[in-house]
């Protein structure tokens, strides 16, 4: 009895030490991207409140952009001509302040 009860610690702790030291991921976070779209407003947002204009990812399964503005983000599928030029530049686009 007492050698049954050695054997099953020693398997648990194999399997116990398995588990911990293995590097898998659980199955879909790996490749998931953080910026999708499943809604889309489409109201024009003026090219002076646009911060920051990102296209999204191409594993999303709609096609668009994340418009970053003072009020929030905002997904589109389109841009507006004026706004290609941010949707272009990988930093964020500052807005034009007086001085």
């Known amino acids: 009895m007492e050698m049954k009860m050695s054997c099953v610690c020693l398997v648990l702790g194999l399997v116990l030490l398995m588990t911990v030291s293995s590097d898998a991921n659980p199955h879909g976070l790996e490749g998931h991207p ?56 990988t930093e964020p686009r500052r807005s034009k302040q007086s001085s």
Do not use: H, W
């Open 34 to 89: 953080d910026n999708c779209c499943f809604n889309f407003v489409t109201f024009e947002i003026p090219d002076k409140e646009i911060l920051e204009a990102v296209k999204i990812d191409s594993r999303c399964p709609n096609e668009g952009f994340v418009i970053t503005t003072p009020r929030g983000k905002y997904c589109k599928k389109n841009l507006q001509e004026n706004d290609v030029r941010a949707a272009a530049s």
